[in-house]
């Protein structure tokens, strides 16, 4: 990997606290490794977008809507400065996203994980750069074809977003049909400033279950194209920090559609809700409650000390 072109995340002086809000279900896409298995997915968010717009109230995936105002003061009263991962789903099918970032940013950074597989248009029109950490693109390959959407398309819009003044990250999984064509397509994208970042493919594949069933083959194709240690270490191990401390639920928290706040993705512990205006966080630091961690952003940004885990 080119050093130049590496990415880092955030200074911790930058900001005070973490928020990984995943903002909703719905979604354009329909991937078959996606962590949410619903095989009408893109047929219900294409219907709830119509139908909220004659009844409100149907909501098929139970995701609550928040105002720009009332995020942007939820987050503004903890009197501290958020780093807010947003993620879902696909966060530009929810309702006036761009108003909601446009209104985060104005004290919060963000980062927004997306396909990009719908106009970033008004995004780029109303959205100033300055408090935009990140754009996290997932490239999704064989689904974004079935839709009729080209890598081109996919390499003119991250060129357009980067034009305007945002930082775009794209990340690649190593889904096995795909597997072969991610060096032709790193290098297109390398030509144009781009670094893709390879993401291992979790789950069965033709009776195989991976990424266990990666041969020695289909690793050298991508192992070195994965973005850090604690990425390497995670796409081909089971993490576990049970007991470690950890400053999850004091400097880390989790956002869920309903507005439900935990501790992190994967301990489920109540620290609130949005939608209530209730934020109660850890004062202090406790031990890691969960038999294993996928939480490589949390790790990464020194929530538990990735040397001890086990």
Sequence with gaps: MDQDLKLSSPEKKDYDKIAMWLLNLECN???PYCFFDDSQRSLKTRVADWLRGKVPAINPY???????????????????????????????????FVEIVKRLSQKHMVTIGTNLGLSIDKFIEEVSPENIWSFYVSMH?????????????????VKRLRDAGFRVEINYVMYPPDIKRFPAIFEQFKKEGFILEARAFRGTYEGKIYPKAYDEEERKIFQDYIPSEVDRVASFESLSFMDVPCTAG???IRIRPDGSITRCPHDREN?????????????????CAVPYCKCTLAIKEGCVDFGKRK
């Excluded at 503004?76 to 929810?94: A, C, L, M, Q, R």
């Excluded at 689904?143 to 081109?152: I, N, P, S």
């Excluded at 620290?271 to 031990?287: A, C, R, S």
């Design 141 to 157: 390959l064989a689904e974004r074809e079935r839709q009729g959407l080209t890598v081109d398309d996919l390499l003119e819009k």
């Design 250 to 252: 004091k400097n880390l």
């Design 29 to 31: 896409f329909k991937c």
């Design 62 to 96: 139970k995701t609550r809507f928040i105002t720009p105002e009332k995020i942007g003061q939820f987050f503004d009263d903890t009197e501290k400065k958020w780093w807010v991962v947003i993620s879902g789903g696909e966060p530009f099918v929810y309702p006036r």
């Design 271 to 287: 620290l609130g809700n949005m939608f209530e205006k209730k934020l109660n966080l850890h004062e202090k630091v406790k031990p």
